[in-house]
């Protein structure tokens, strides 16, 4: 599903998926009301969400839909696709529980990239704000350091959550630790339980946080 106020936009990004066999567009909307309404209705596998848009953000419409589908479901996964890559829009779209960033002139590639990465579990932030963001996030926390961040998980899962911080995917991770890809999606499970945290991403951003990656 696509949400953005211009439909030149929302067209564009329609013929951008639609060219791919396992992608199919079922609903569109123009404001995040609408957005928040439509996903509640067609229950997309996932919603590109724009967010300066009338009515209700974005990031708004995202921290609506997380808080109803709760941390653990596996609803409609909502990746964040805007013309700006500030700060405290990649900070609040993570914080509301968007499962990416793209920026709109990353191209086509990476958008259905990042359509593909929220649907496997995994999630996808355009490389322009990577750098900014591990390095606003690699600030150790005052409130737990990194070794008592580390005692909260198990040997085996601190090291899924520092592939994961080093944006492996699972088939990754699986194949480095020489587990099933099963046995990695349980161990993330558990962290997401442990820590808490709503998806990889913010296990990501827990670890970077934590200096449990530097």
């Given at each position: 599903m696509i949400a953005d106020d211009q439909e030149m936009v929302r067209t564009g990004f329609r013929l951008i998926l639609e060219s791919q066999d396992d992608i199919s567009v079922i609903g569109q909307a123009s404001d995040g009301l609408e957005a928040v309404e439509t996903v509640r209705r067609l229950k997309p596998d996932v919603c590109l969400m724009d967010i300066r848009m009338p009515k209700l953000d974005g990031l708004e419409a995202t921290k609506r839909l997380r808080q109803e589908q709760g941390a653990a479901a596996s609803g409609t996964k909502i990746v964040i696709v805007t013309t700006f890559d500030l700060d405290e829009y990649v900070y609040g779209a993570l914080r509301a529980g968007a499962s990416g960033f793209v920026v709109k002139n990353s191209g086509p590639r990476l958008l259905v990239e990042a359509v593909h990465a929220a649907v496997n579990g995994d999630s996808l932030i355009s490389p322009s704000v990577t750098v900014r963001l591990l390095e606003h996030l690699n600030k150790p926390s005052r409130a737990e350091t990194a070794a008592a961040a580390a005692r909260r998980l198990t040997p085996q899962e601190l090291k899924v959550v520092t592939l994961v911080a080093r944006g492996r995917t699972n088939n990754e991770i699986a194949e480095q630790m020489v587990l099933s890809l099963s046995t990695i999606k349980s161990h993330l499970s558990r962290?997401?339980?442990?820590?808490?945290?709503?998806?990889?991403?913010?296990?990501?951003?827990?670890?970077?946080?934590?200096g449990i990656v530097s």
């Open positions: 962290i997401q339980d442990k820590l808490p945290a709503r998806n990889r991403v913010e296990i990501a951003a827990w670890a970077w946080e934590h």
